[in-house]
Structure formats: C-alpha cells, structure tokens
C-alpha cells in the first residue's frame, strides 16, 4: 500500500507571496493532520481534517489554513509569508475508525524556505 | 494542556552499547504513546505505540519501551546499538478523550552511533 505522499517536496517563495501544499493520504485513511517542524520549535501541530471537516486546530495564526476533498486529500495553504514560515511541513494519516487506538503515518514533507 | 519532555538532546553511544531515551508526558487523562524515529533524509516513521494492556511494547528494529503510569514515562529502550539506528528520536502523546487526536511531540533526541 502507498504511503502518505506530499508534493511539492521544495519550495521556495519570497515574503508576502502565499503557497499551497499537497498531501494524499494512505488509501482507506480518513483523517489528515498538518505538522510544522523547525528547529526551534520542533514539531508542532497545525489542523486535523475529517470528512472534510477540520477537527481540531493548533495554535497558529489565521493565515494558515486547510482543506479536505471527499476523497481525503488535503491542502494547506499559507498567505502573506513571513521568514518564520520556513520549515518543513509534514502531512500525517490515519484511518480513524477507533478514536483509542488511532495511529498517524507520516509523509516525507514539504520543505518550505521564505526569502 | 499536554506537554512532552525528552531529557537527553544528543546521545552518543558505540556500536553494540545500550540504549535507553528517557520520555515523560504531562497530561490529567488517558493517552496514547507513540515513539517515531526519523533517520537522515527520511521521513518520521513508526517505532512502536503503546494504547492499553502490557506496559511493555515491543517495536521494529529491536526497540521497546515501558510505559510507566505512576511516573508518566514512555522510556525507549534497545539492548544493542547498531550504526544504523542514528537518528532523531521523537516521543509523542496523543489524548484518548474526545474525537481529536493531534500529537503533542518532545523536542526530539539526536542519537549518533560510532562504529
């Protein structure tokens, strides 16, 4: 089975531009989550999406936001980006029949770098 | 709120050396506990996941850890290092109360294996 695939894998932008990531869930898997990982920060959540539904959200500013399709893909998007933005945004799955025993797969990530 | 705590930053060990990395979690209810692992150029996999039942888990590779309620740790642990396993080393929590399930990750520990 496939696993959690991302796109685009880099990219770079210059401040106050705005940029959409990708990511495809393993197939059956219908929850999406938005991880931010920097080096500071470490790993951080962002969203999780449900049917299409977002969950539950992180503590980020409004100009993260995201998306699911009704076949589970998922898109993030940040606007107006500040050189903080960079890092490496990563996608996790999982199939969420059983809220107690969920387990979330991860992507390779997106590396995002803000000039 | 939840919070993660990873005491060692950077373990450096000799090959066949072994291996405990230390995890503490702080949060009032039940939780999930997971270990990932994310090796150079490589995306954030699963090592093993604790949900109920034995408090020892087994993992790939090797790997266990010991869930510990009284102390509310997660220890991971391995017997004999190879060069292979370094790697960041990440413990996360999930709560098993309500439908959202984000991970609350540590700050990570660097493991370097000398051959």
């Known amino acids: 089975k496939a696993g959690v695939t991302q796109t685009p894998r880099y990219l770079i932008k210059t401040r106050g531009q705005q940029v959409t990531l990708s990511c495809s869930p393993i197939?059956?898997?219908?929850?999406v989550s938005w991880y931010q990982q920097t080096p500071g920060q470490g790993l951080q959540f962002l969203f999780e999406?449900?049917?299409?539904?977002?969950?539950n959200k992180g503590n980020f500013p409004g100009r993260f936001s995201g998306r699911q399709f009704s076949n589970s893909r998922s898109e993030m998007n940040v606007s107006t980006l500040e050189l903080g933005d960079s890092a490496l945004y990563l996608c996790?799955?999982?199939?969420?029949?059983?809220?107690?025993?969920?387990?979330?797969?991860f992507g390779p990530g997106t590396r995002l770098t803000v000039l | 709120a939840q919070s993660v705590s990873q005491h060692n930053h950077h373990v450096i060990l000799s090959e066949a050396a072994s291996l405990e990395l230390g995890c503490n979690y702080s949060?009032?209810?039940?939780?999930?506990l997971f270990w990932y692992v994310q090796y150079p150029g490589q995306h954030l996999q699963l090592l093993l996941k604790?949900?109920?039942?034995?408090?020892l888990v087994k993992g790939i590779k090797g790997f266990e850890a010991e869930f510990i309620k009284s102390k509310f740790s997660f220890n991971l642990r391995k017997p004999s290092v190879q060069w292979s396993d370094t790697a960041e080393y990440f413990c996360?929590?999930?709560?098993?109360?309500?439908?959202?399930?984000?991970?609350?990750f540590g700050s990570g520990t660097q493991l370097t294996v000398l051959p």
């Open positions: 996790a799955s999982s199939l969420a029949t059983s809220g107690d025993t969920d387990t979330q797969y």
């Open positions: 604790y949900f109920s039942g034995d408090p």
């Open positions: 996360a929590v999930t709560s098993r109360s309500g439908s959202a399930r984000q991970l609350t």
């Open positions: 197939s059956g898997h219908r929850s």
């Open positions: 999406y449900f049917s299409e539904t977002q969950r």
């Open positions: 949060y009032g209810g039940t939780v999930n």
